[in-house]
């Protein structure tokens, strides 16, 4: 195995290292994802490749349900990766959209509408329309014109509109590496407001509250962590219900359940989860006000990273004043997280490895490149590949979540990467690869206007 994360001098293995083992495999030195081989899966579909294993998502979620032992059930957070959310919503469990697009690959997906919510801080009327006229399962308030806005479309609808509010937890019951809530946010309502936003939902009678939702901060990796939040979430709960003087019937914990990324990242303890979710289950079993009320959890990063891989071919290997760049076909443009450009205060390298040179000797001090004119287009800063040539394959492992789904795919007009599905042997093609295309017409023959 090569040494592919870190600098030539850390010690082996890698977090590389331990991934292919645990999640993947090698044969002759070429990385296989779900037993196929990576070469043939680029020989069939091109370069750049996202290529993801059914069999990973699938374990992750049966882990997590495991972990949780009917504590809460399982949703998932499509926008981490939409093109998972078939082989997902296939297996039973809810999604999470955070818009109107996204409601409708929910029902393409297969998902019941009435399994289905709705979270985001500026929705639209038309997007809020399209989910209510559907039959959305539930929304989550954010602010004082949507409560007004909901009920004002449900009215017209003619609906009850099954909702909750978002809250944005007090500081104390923070953690996280993205902290999302317990400072000013535009997410949700601080706690601080719980009792006036119960006063102004509940004065809509088109507006059905069932609970609330909290969602503090993504990619944890600290299981305590998530656990405490998932306390205090109970403790809003209880407030809550209290103060609207009736048991809840919805609680959604929000999601934030971490993966490692980086060299010394820990995995996310799930002995510790379910110890925790047994704890708190016990305490809603005891509480009239939440025992009847849906838990839930809305994952995306945990259920999805692990399972995809994003492929890329070199192009050019070169060096510049004593430095070596790969230059491969891939980059941020399909993959900004691995630039370190979403919002990484410090950038640090995802797994990457020589997937057709598995096993080669080192050589330090690499920079992996796209090939896009900007120096932010950099995937490794701190590779140690081995000798690569023209052809060859780099593989960004944790690659499933905040992929493409998150990167500025128009930025040089390049074509969209396939997706693929690699699921007990077989291959799915979830996004053929696109061609190239001149997407605006010129001023000579416009679209239309005015
Ligand atoms: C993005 C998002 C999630 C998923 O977050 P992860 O960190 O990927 O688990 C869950 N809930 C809401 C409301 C979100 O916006």
Redesign the pocket.
């Known amino acids: 195995m090569t040494a592919a994360t870190a600098p030539a001098s850390a010690p082996s293995p890698t977090l590389a290292d331990r991934l292919i083992a645990a999640q993947f495999g090698a044969r002759d030195g070429v990385l296989t994802v779900g037993g196929l081989d990576v070469r043939t899966l680029a020989a069939h579909h091109g370069t750049p490749l996202y290529v993801y294993d059914a069999a990973l998502a699938r374990g992750r979620l049966n882990a997590l349900r495991a972990a949780l032992d009917g504590f809460a059930e399982v949703y998932y957070?499509i926008?981490?990766n939409p093109a998972l959310a078939p082989l997902l919503a296939a297996e039973g469990i809810g999604l999470?959209v955070?818009s109107g697009a996204e409601f409708l690959l929910a029902r393409a997906a297969g998902a019941p509408a009435g399994r289905i919510l709705f979270?985001?801080p500026g929705k639209g009327a038309a997007e809020l329309e399209l989910a209510i006229a559907g039959g959305i399962g539930e929304i989550?308030l954010e602010s004082f014109d949507e409560i007004a806005l909901v009920a004002d479309i449900g009215r017209r609808l003619g609906r009850q509109v099954p909702v909750s509010i978002?809250v944005n937890p007090a500081p104390a019951a923070q953690g996280g590496a993205m902290r999302m809530g317990g400072k000013p946010t535009a997410?949700g309502f601080d706690e601080e407001m719980l009792a006036e936003v119960a006063t102004a939902v509940e004065a809509e009678p088109g507006l059905a509250l069932g609970g609330l939702?909290l969602?503090a901060?993504?990619?944890?990796l600290d299981a305590a962590v998530l656990v405490a939040q998932w306390r205090h979430g109970l403790d809003l709960a209880d407030r809550l219900a209290g103060l609207l003087g009736r048991p809840l019937t919805s609680i959604?914990l929000?999601?934030?359940?971490?993966i490692p990324y980086h060299a010394g990242d820990g995995t996310l303890d799930l002995e510790i989860v379910r110890a925790g979710a047994a704890d708190l289950a016990a305490r809603v079993a005891a509480s009239p006000a939440l025992r009847d009320a849906r838990l839930l959890v809305?994952?995306?990063?945990?259920l999805?990273?692990p399972a995809g891989v994003y492929l890329a071919a070199v192009r050019t290997v070169k060096t510049s004043r004593g430095q070596r760049f790969v230059v491969t076909d891939g980059g941020m443009h399909h993959q900004l997280a691995a630039s370190g450009n979403l919002g990484q205060v410090i950038k640090r390298d995802f797994p990457l490895v020589a997937a057709t040179r598995l096993g080669g000797a080192p050589i330090g001090d690499t920079q992996v490149v796209g090939p896009l004119c900007t120096p932010l287009d950099t995937i490794g800063r701190q590779t140690a590949l081995p000798e690569v040539a023209p052809g060859d394959l780099v593989a960004v492992l944790q690659s499933g979540?905040?992929g493409l789904s998150s990167s500025p795919v128009g930025f040089l007009s390049h074509p969209m990467p396939a997706e693929v599905l690699v699921d007990d042997g077989h291959v799915t093609v979830l996004r053929p690869a696109g061609r190239f295309e001149a997407p605006l017409v010129n001023l000579a023959a416009p679209i239309g206007g005015l």
């Open positions: 957070s926008k981490a999470e955070a979270a985001g989550h978002r997410f939702h969602f901060g993504t990619q944890i959604d929000g999601g934030g359940l971490g809305e994952p995306g990063r945990f999805a990273g979540a905040y």
